[in-house]
T-cell receptor
Framework: DGGITQSPKYLFRKEGQNVTLSCEQN?????MYWYRQDPGQGLRLIYYSQIVNDFQKGDIAEGYSVSREKKESFPLTVTSAQKNPTAFYLC????????????FGSGTRLTVV | AQSVAQPEDQVNVAEGNPLTVKCTYS??????LFWYVQYPNRGLQFLLKYITGDNLVKGSYGFEAEFNKSQTSFHLKKPSALVSDSALYFCAVSPDSSYKLIFGSGTRLLVRP
């Protein structure tokens, strides 16, 4: 079955460490997105990519980095510059422009210890 | 500015009663409108969407939504709530020719037995 796989489901990071969250899709979707969700809050866009080897900053890109070397993959690195990284991270993909909506992964919960 | 508003942080309803979760939007052009549901520690699941045509859209799990262009609203409804409907609901809008979805802040639905 086609879908989006995020791994790991739970991730613990020490202060000052960089960590990378994986997002892989086999839907042949062009566009991919990373969102951050804090308790009791909505979704905030971190980065998005419309095509391979191209990506744009979202609303809260500081302290994060991404790459899009393959259509299927859009990993997110949470760097040590992100001062408050504890959150639930959601990856999504879409066919592209138009009325298609998103397909979401099941999320990664990152906790700083 | 383009935006989506979900004016209620939480909606409480008794099982078997009808439910409504409100959503209003502000975008230029003709919007595509979506509802998603999120269960604890999970990604968002698609419920339904409005593209064009009939203003009443039917979706998954017995949910429906009514598009009202004059009031710029897209309220989610269900005739008879179930305890299992308790979750976090997000309204989203995709403006014309846009890759990105704009999400509301979410409404927590609590259905009591």
């Amino acid at each position: 079955d086609g879908g989006i796989t995020q791994s790991p489901k739970y991730l613990f990071r020490k202060e000052g460490q960089n960590v990378t969250l994986s997002c892989e899709q086999n839907l042949n979707h062009d566009a991919m997105y990373w969102y951050r969700q804090d308790p009791g809050q909505g979704l905030r866009l971190i980065y998005y990519s419309q095509i391979v080897n191209d990506f744009q900053k979202g609303d809260i890109a500081e302290g994060y980095s991404v790459s899009r070397e393959k259509k299927e993959s859009f990993p997110l690195t949470v760097t040590s510059a992100q001062k408050n990284p504890t959150a639930f991270y959601l990856c999504a993909s879409s066919i592209g422009q138009g009325p298609y909506g998103y397909t979401f992964g099941s999320g990664t919960r990152l906790t700083v210890v | 500015a383009q935006s989506v508003a979900q004016p209620e942080d939480q909606v409480n309803v008794a099982e078997g009663n009808p439910l409504t979760v409100k959503c209003t939007y502000s975008v230029s052009g003709n919007p595509y409108l979506f509802w998603y549901v999120q269960y604890p520690n999970r990604g968002l699941q698609f419920l339904l969407k409005y593209i064009t045509g009939d203003n009443l859209v039917k979706g998954s799990y017995g949910f429906e939504a009514e598009f009202n262009k004059s009031q710029t609203s897209f309220h989610l409804k269900k005739p008879s709530a179930l305890v299992s409907d308790s979750a976090l609901y997000f309204c989203a809008v995709s403006p014309d020719s846009s890759y990105k979805l704009i999400f509301g802040s979410g409404t927590r639905l609590l259905v009591r037995p």
